[in-house]
């Protein structure tokens, strides 16, 4: 069957430490790989967007790898602030499915806490 | 406008009755999106829009449910005779349609069936 598994549901860490964010999927073929952020109450904000043929982007403080042999991608927070603090979903476009839909993973809850 | 704008915010209905939900999205974004998050899940592929054509239904859960676009924008999710499991958040999302980049999602529609 199809799955996308998030690392974990919660994760905690320190002000100014790097967060790493796991996604991994199974019986999915991605065109590309995307990160979203979703705050409680609203709806989920694109961050960024990586494809299949691509390693490695960056924004910011933030980094996005995508492995297509292990079927996964890491999602980084390099320095991060309590303000980074949210839900973090990943998402995925199937090349066998409808242009555009995309599938989610349930997300990681993380909390960087001062 | 400049964001995806959902109506309403919150919904209580009885079991039984039809609600309509309102997506907005934003001018020139030719896809659209339906999702519904229910808590502790993922979002959950309802329906997509190019245009005022619905090329992916799949996802809808039942006959219960529909919705439709009109003049290439705002849409409408309706849902007949509702019943307790369709309560949840319901996102609406709009792209360019291409795989530029990301989604904008609505804040969502919170339905709570009583």
């Known amino acids: 069957s199809q799955k996308i598994e998030q690392n974990s549901e919660a994760l905690n860490i320190q002000e100014g430490k790097t967060a790493t964010l796991t996604c991994n999927y199974t019986?999915?073929?991605?065109?590309?790989l995307q990160w979203y952020r979703q705050d409680p109450g609203r709806g989920p904000v694109f961050l960024l967007l990586i494809r299949e043929n691509e390693k490695e982007k960056r924004k910011e403080r933030l980094k996005v790898t995508f492995d297509t042999t292990l079927k996964q991608s890491l999602f980084h927070i390099t320095a991060s602030q309590p303000a980074d603090s949210a839900t973090y979903l990943c998402?995925?476009?199937?090349?066998?499915?409808?242009?555009?839909?995309?599938?989610f993973g349930r997300g990681t809850q993380l909390t960087v806490w001062p | 406008g400049a964001g995806v704008s959902q109506s309403p915010s919150n919904k209580v209905t009885e079991k039984g009755k039809d609600v309509e939900l309102r997506c907005d999205p934003i001018s020139g974004h030719t896809a659209l999106y339906w999702y519904r998050q229910s808590l502790g899940q993922g979002l959950e592929f309802l329906i997509y829009?190019?245009?005022?054509?619905?090329?992916?239904k799949s996802g809808l859960p039942s006959d219960r449910f529909s919705a439709e676009r009109t003049g290439g924008s705002v849409s409408t999710l309706t849902i007949q005779r509702t019943q307790q499991e369709d309560s949840a958040v319901y996102l609406c999302?709009?792209?360019?349609?291409?795989?530029?980049?990301?989604?904008?999602f609505g804040s969502g529609t919170r339905l709570t069936v009583v």
């Open positions: 019986n999915y073929s991605p065109a590309y």
């Open positions: 829009f190019q245009g005022n054509s619905a090329p992916d």
């Open positions: 998402a995925l476009e199937d090349r066998g499915s409808t242009l555009g839909r995309l599938y």
């Open positions: 999302a709009s792209s360019l349609g291409q795989r530029l980049g990301g989604y904008t």
